[in-house]
């Protein structure tokens, strides 16, 4: 019997943690500590981290892991107050309690060095883009091949003026910091010049109040330039709701009783682009969609009758406005990509063969 | 049969989100006044609560409540710039409204690109290149190496500037053999999805407003 107790009460006592260090978590905004410790050789439920303040009694939990973790980001602690560590192996018995770490402080960091790869790829590409622009500025010709997508828009645009029905374009369900959301905004700027000039009504509904406003801005400069600022009005671009589906809703309804002789759906979509495309086709509409959601893209593919395909939206301002400087930028884009390839193959080769570290490099 | 009984506190919006439904469905014969009046519905809670949600939950917490216990000042300034949006309803000064416009571009152009460079090029570069460890097993190998071949074939559909002739041609053919074969599995993905969602609205018209189905 007291063999038996004594040899469960052995069981009970573990080796604590060892090794307990903290350190400030890198390339943060601050107010996170990175503890690690070397685990418990027995068998052990779990861990608790404590915490201390420099000059503090009491020893604070701050959270627990699995049993199989060594590591812990305390992601409360306060910038610049110097703190301790504590690691206790949680079993069914007594915790075993680890030595205190080294005294270690949260700061924030100005830069994140993760993202220098990103800068240098910025400046490149940004260099290849500049450079294609002054080339387009001194008149260097600079070619564009067929998109078939937009080259329909031109068609779209003739047959919703020819029916005397109006244009519905939907830019997109998405904040205006998306880059789709961005590139349906210049093409609404297109798309605007062409309605302005034709006298085709233009019908923008919103679900982004910021896009809203920009998209509104955007269709009053393009009838200024087309020399109709008398054809703007305040109805053409109006905001909906920003609930997605109470705005699918409304613009299904919209097609249905306005019978646009052409929908625009370009920007960035989610679950409701099949809702959105199907009620087109069912309506007779000519549909033109175009975005760089991969999962949407499949929808607008088999509903809408043409596509553009992520890379094509971004393409497509330059494309319908045929202004030099937006060409050159197509074409900083395409050495951008070339480069990617060429990045991609050299790096396979160099890993292949010569056992290269290539992915630490990026 | 047990059909959610109207007359109590429960049963009530059960029907009432039933007949909602039915008459959201209804759009599927064709656009007819119980579809409009779902959707007019539907549009006007949600700008309801959107408005009660952005004063409860964000106007008055972040800035109106600290401003006016003379905390974060800082917000005055930054609430005045975000203010100039409702300049667009006063005809003479309308153009301030350009103001948030462009820093509200301006933002999120700057905040995006870092973002966008880092998880769509620098992440899917480094996914992409095949190393000797992508061969530590022949399937993972074999996948490495076709991902490899897709990729390039379809960065190079993309290629706008040059004509589609010589190499070009059959490896942008191939990239949009790669392409399709993605949103295939993507439509099929996401269909079932889209009918799970249909199989929750009847189990709730056949079973919580019938009572045919438990």
């Known amino acids: 019997m007291f063999a038996s107790t004594l040899a469960a009460l052995v069981l009970l006592v573990v080796t604590p943690p060892t090794g307990v260090s903290a350190v400030d978590r890198p390339n943060d905004g601050g107010r996170a500590i990175i503890v690690t410790w070397t685990r418990s050789p027995d068998p052990v439920t779990g861990y608790r981290i404590l915490r201390q303040p420099e000059g503090g009694e009491a020893w604070d939990t701050v959270g627990f892991t699995g049993p199989r973790l060594a590591s812990f980001v305390d992601e409360g602690t306060p910038d610049g107050v110097r703190s301790r560590y504590r690691v206790l192996a949680l079993t069914d018995g007594e915790p075993a309690e680890s030595e205190p770490s080294g005294y270690a402080v949260s700061t924030p960091q100005w830069f994140n060095t993760n993202y220098i790869p990103a800068l240098v790829f910025t400046f490149v590409f940004g260099f290849l883009i500049i450079f294609f622009l002054r080339q387009a500025k001194r008149g260097a010709k600079l070619f564009m091949r067929r998109i078939a997508g937009l080259d329909a828009v031109e068609e779209a645009l003739g047959r919703a003026t020819e029916m005397g029905r109006p244009i519905l374009y939907v830019p997109g369900l998405s904040s205006i910091d998306d880059v789709a959301t961005i590139a349906s905004i210049n093409i609404l700027g297109e798309v605007a010049k062409k309605t302005a000039k034709f006298g085709t009504p233009l019908i923008v509904p919103n679900r982004d109040p910021i896009v809203y406003t920009v998209a509104r801005e955007t269709v009053k400069q393009s009838y200024t330039e087309a020399g109709r600022p008398d054809a703007f009005h305040q109805d053409i671009v109006f905001f909906v709701t920003d609930q997605q589906f109470a705005y699918a809703a409304a613009v299904d309804g919209i097609m249905t009783r306005e019978k646009p002789a052409t929908n625009f759906l370009i920007g960035m979509f989610w679950a409701e682009s099949l809702i959105l495309a199907e009620t087109g086709a069912m309506s007779g509409a000519v549909q033109i969609a175009g975005t760089d959601a991969l999962s949407q893209l499949p929808f607008f593919i088999t509903a809408c009758d043409y596509t553009l395909i992520g890379e094509e939206l971004y393409a497509a301002s330059a494309y319908l406005s045929r202004e030099p400087v937006l060409l050159g930028a197509i074409k900083g884009q395409d050495y951008s990509k070339a480069l990617i390839l060429v990045l991609i193959i050299v790096g396979t080769l160099l890993a292949v063969a010569f056992r290269a570290p290539v992915l630490e490099l990026l | ?214």
């Open chain 2, 1 to 214: 049969m047990n059909i959610a009984n109207p007359l109590t506190p429960e049963g009530i919006w059960v029907w009432v989100a039933a007949i909602l439904t039915m008459a959201v469905f209804s759009f599927l014969y064709r656009e007819n006044p119980f579809y409009r009046f779902a959707e007019h519905l539907f549009v006007g809670i949600a700008n309801g609560y959107a408005i009660t949600f952005y004063w409860h939950r964000i106007l008055v917490p972040y800035l109106f409540s600290p401003v006016s216990q003379g905390q974060k000042l800082y917000l005055i300034p930054i609430a005045m710039i975000g203010a100039l949006y409702f300049t667009r309803f006063i005809p003479k000064v309308s153009w301030l409204v350009r103001f948030p416009i462009a820093i509200a571009l301006g933002y999120g152009a700057g905040a995006s690109i870092p973002r966008s460079v880092d998880a769509t090029i620098i992440q899917q570069l480094k996914a992409t290149i095949v190393t000797r460890a992508s061969f530590a097993d022949w399937q993972q190998g074999v996948w490495a190496v076709i991902i490899l071949l897709g990729v390039i074939c379809t960065i190079s559909y993309f290629f706008f500037s040059s004509e589609r002739k010589g190499l070009l041609k059959p490896i942008s053919y191939v990239g949009v053999v790669f392409i399709m074969v993605g949103f295939g599995a993507s439509f099929g993905y996401t269909v079932m999805a889209r009918i799970s969602l249909f199989i929750g609205r009847l189990q709730f018209l056949l079973g919580d407003w019938l009572g045919l189905i438990r």
